[in-house]
């Protein structure tokens, strides 16, 4: 897996503020994860899975010497798409605009998958003092993520849905804001967030609830963000139920959001997608699986909507399951 990535986890149901780079370079995993892994595994699994690109920088860089974070990337025969973006950061933070936005650019023609974190970094604060550039790098990543959709998918939908996205990543309870000036408190963060999920309805009103044929799988990862803030509203997972029965729904979405919707209203999870994370003695932090209604019959459950056995699951993503949820069989 290129170095460019991480398992990129999302603090959805924590109330916790930490700043990108921090989380970024600590690998701090909290919460929930959304792991990037291959479709098949993908539509198997009870997790969710959004594949993002995230920047990760060297030491040079986080020492502040930007020149010398520059030639240590140069220094590789084939540039590859972390190594540009990286440069980019480099020069803009330099204040050579011109250099910042040629490898920008060619970062954004070099990778295949979602970077809207670009319109986001606040290494680019100078970049986007020139509004008719900065407005052409914008148009340049909606027009990438445009291209990734299907002739069936709605376009106008789906690119409501991206930049909605985009504007829920400036105020997430990572400290993400490109403007290093505006620190916002928990409460008002939750404002922003409560303006997003305000303006999803009206999109869903408008045309209807997303799907993946709709509007694609990165328009489809901001409305599951959204879906999931809680608490979960009942008209959001009635739709969604539906959408799953009329095979608009991957599994593991459905049993991801499913899990989540009954746990918030005092029942048992159905399909095992719900960890709690706990120390161990050495300080090392294990993931087990929280109580289940009717754990015996779990693995049928899975089976019968297209999940493969949280058995297969954990091999996977690692976890554990309590001996005394087995009875007899641990």
Same mark, same amino acid.
């Given at each position: 897996?290129?170095?460019?990535?991480?398992?990129?986890?999302?603090?959805?149901?924590?109330?916790?503020?930490?700043?990108?780079?921090?989380?970024?370079? /600590?690998?701090?995993?909290?919460?929930?994860?959304?792991?990037?892994?291959?479709?098949?595994?993908?539509?198997?699994?009870?997790?969710?899975?959004?594949?993002?690109?995230?920047?990760?920088?060297?030491?040079?860089?986080?020492?502040? =010497?930007?020149?010398?974070?520059?030639?240590?990337?140069?220094?590789?025969?084939?540039?590859?798409?972390?190594?540009?973006?990286?440069?980019?950061? /480099?020069?803009?933070?330099?204040?050579?605009?011109?250099?910042?936005?040629?490898? $920008?650019?060619?970062?954004? =023609?070099?990778?295949?998958?979602? /970077?809207?974190?670009?319109?986001?970094?606040?290494?680019?604060?100078?970049?986007?003092?020139?509004? #008719?550039?900065?407005?052409?790098?914008?148009?340049?990543?909606?027009?990438?993520?445009? =291209?990734?959709?299907?002739?069936?998918?709605?376009?106008? +939908?789906?690119?409501?849905?991206? %930049? @909605?996205?985009?504007? %829920?990543?400036?105020?997430?309870?990572?400290?993400?804001?490109?403007?290093?000036?505006?620190?916002?408190?928990?409460?008002?963060?939750?404002?922003?967030?409560?303006?997003?999920?305000?303006?999803?309805?009206? @999109?869903?009103?408008?045309?209807?609830?997303?799907?993946? &044929?709709?509007?694609?799988?990165?328009?489809?990862?901001?409305?599951?963000?959204?879906? $999931?803030?809680?608490?979960?509203? *009942?008209?959001?997972?009635?739709? @969604?139920?539906?959408?799953?029965?009329?095979?608009? +729904?991957?599994?593991?979405?459905?049993?991801?959001?499913?899990? %989540?919707?009954?746990?918030?209203?005092?029942?048992?999870?159905?399909?095992?997608?719900?960890? &709690?994370? *706990?120390?161990?003695?050495?300080?090392?932090?294990?993931?087990?699986?929280?109580?289940? *209604?009717? !754990?015996?019959?779990?693995?049928?459950? %899975?089976?019968?909507?297209?999940?493969? #056995?949280?058995?297969?699951?954990?091999?996977? !993503?690692?976890?554990?399951?309590? =001996? *005394?949820? +087995?009875?007899?069989?641990?």
């Amino acid at each position: 897996m290129e170095k460019a990535f991480l398992l990129f986890t999302i603090l959805i149901e924590q109330n916790i503020l930490i700043t990108m780079k921090k989380l970024i370079n /600590c690998a701090i995993v909290l919460g929930f994860t959304l792991f990037l892994l291959n479709s098949t595994v993908k539509a198997q699994s009870g997790m969710l899975f959004h594949m993002m690109f995230i920047p990760i920088n060297d030491s040079f860089y986080e020492a502040g =010497d930007y020149q010398k974070s520059i030639a240590n990337s140069l220094q590789n025969d084939n540039l590859s798409y972390h190594d540009l973006y990286s440069i980019a950061q /480099c020069y803009a933070l330099l204040n050579k605009s011109d250099s910042a936005y040629l490898y $920008l650019n060619r970062f954004i =023609d070099e990778i295949s998958f979602d /970077c809207r974190v670009v319109l986001i970094d606040d290494d680019f604060e100078i970049l986007r003092k020139n509004n #008719t550039e900065w407005a052409k790098i914008t148009e340049k990543i909606e027009s990438k993520f445009l =291209d990734s959709l299907t002739i069936s998918a709605n376009k106008e +939908y789906a690119l409501s849905l991206f %930049r @909605l996205g985009v504007e %829920r990543m400036k105020y997430s309870y990572f400290d993400v804001s490109f403007d290093k000036s505006e620190k916002l408190s928990t409460n008002q963060i939750w404002k922003k967030q409560s303006k997003a999920i305000k303006d999803f309805d009206k @999109l869903v009103r408008k045309y209807g609830f997303p799907t993946q &044929s709709l509007v694609g799988d990165d328009a489809l990862y901001t409305s599951i963000e959204i879906i $999931l803030h809680p608490p979960i509203k *009942e008209k959001n997972y009635l739709m @969604l139920q539906k959408a799953f029965e009329e095979g608009e +729904y991957l599994p593991a979405h459905y049993a991801w959001i499913t899990d %989540r919707w009954l746990t918030q209203n005092g029942k048992l999870q159905l399909y095992g997608t719900i960890f &709690s994370q *706990e120390q161990n003695a050495d300080g090392s932090i294990k993931s087990v699986l929280l109580p289940v *209604e009717d !754990f015996s019959n779990l693995n049928k459950r %899975r089976a019968e909507i297209g999940l493969q #056995t949280i058995e297969e699951d954990l091999k996977v !993503f690692g976890g554990k399951i309590p =001996d *005394e949820y +087995y009875g007899e069989k641990p």
